[in-house]
């Protein structure tokens, strides 16, 4: 018997087993419970997908989960649509994920929180991150779906309340796929043309399905990351959405946006009739205050009485006169008592006094005075000058050195 006996490898059965599993569900949707879910850094998500009696293997490759508009976690109620492949290597089969959805709202509510929390963390709704709108906006760009009934409301309220001010519309996708990064281009095109005073993006009301564009992490990263003011207005009052909370101003509807977005003319009038008010108030009471110092010092007695300010300035002339010439003769006559002191000083050393004190200079007939007795030979004349006159003498003889 073990001649007629059929043997297959583990390959080649894996291989069978692969290819009846493969085409007959090649194309399956499978509802389950997310468990196990790791977003590998590759891109790709592997996770289990199970209820109460069995469990699916699932890979959801990059190029697939990309589009998703929801973030995947444990616990979440899916639909998921791909084909059941063989990992051969193992022996194991698995749901090769194309598409995902979350099965219910309650799934919807679940990424929401999860989302929420998220963001919530990183500090994207802190009050401090939120810039100031422009109170006069010129220019005011808006994202939305170009055929909604949002954006003709809009319309029309802008161009009633502030005709003056430029719209810019660049069209998006406000719902299904796609639409939360389309929402996102148009942001970033906005704020490439840096002359946007205010961005305005939303729609009209819907289901939570309808507006789960705004719930999507692209979307609120997008609207955090722009340098330009942003007011978020989706659906109806009562909706609130993930981009309403990043936003730096939620309006609760798009007609509530256009309203705050715009002063209209008549309170652009109103206001300007109250300043002009202020303006003239605040003059009238500076007239007024002048006027009062004027009064006051018209009430001075200098004004009243100027012959009186006339002599008592003249008064005051007349006693800084007198200081003047006071301190100029106490001047002068200290110099005076100096001079005199060099006067005396200087007759101490005055040659012609020390001549009348009986003293003469002998000058040679060249008139260099003669200082040393050598300096005339016996039988020379020389002149001798004193104190009252010159006379001419004549040298005899030499004469011993006597103290």
Partial sequence: MSGNRTTLTVSEITAQIKGQIESQFSRVWVRGEISNFKHHSSGHMYFT?????????????RGFNQSLHFKPEDGMDVMIQGKITVYEPRGQYQLMV?????????TLYLAFEALKKQLMGEGLFDESNKQPLPAYPKRIGIVTSPTGAALRDMLNILKRRAPQVDIIIRPALVQGDGA??????????????????????GRGGGS???????????????????????????????????????????????????????????????????????????????????????????????????????????EKLDNIMHQIDFSMHQFLSMKSIKLKGFEKELSVLNPSDILH??????????????????DVNAG???VLKTGSGRFSAEKKKMLPNSD
């Fill in 49 to 61: 997908v199970k209820d109460v009696g069995a469990e699916l293997r699932c890979v959801m490759f």
């Fill in 98 to 106: 194309q598409l995902m959805e979350p099965a219910g709202i309650g």
């Fill in 180 to 201: 939360a990064a389309d929402v996102a281009a148009g942001i970033q095109a906005l704020e490439s043309m840096s002359n946007i005073d205010l961005i305005i993006i």
């Fill in 208 to 314: 939570l399905e309808d507006l789960w564009a705004f719930n999507e992490e692209i979307l609120a990263r997008a609207i955090g990351n722009c340098s330009i003011p942003i007011m978020s207005a989706v659906g109806h009052e009562t909706d609130v959405t993930i981009s309403d909370m990043v936003a730096d101003l939620r309006a609760p509807t798009p007609s509530a946006a256009a309203e705050l977005a715009s002063t209209s003319i008549s309170e652009l009038s109103q206001t300007i009739r109250h300043q002009k008010n202020q303006l003239h108030r605040a003059l009238e009471n500076r007239l007024n205050q002048l006027w009062q110092e004027l009064d006051h010092l018209v009430d001075r007695q200098s004004l009243q009485h100027p012959r009186m300010m006339i002599m008592r300035n003249r």
């Fill in 357 to 374: 004190r009986g003293y003469s200079i002998a000058f040679s007939d060249d008139g260099s005075i003669i200082r040393h007795a050598d």
């Fill in 380 to 382: 020379e004349t020389f």
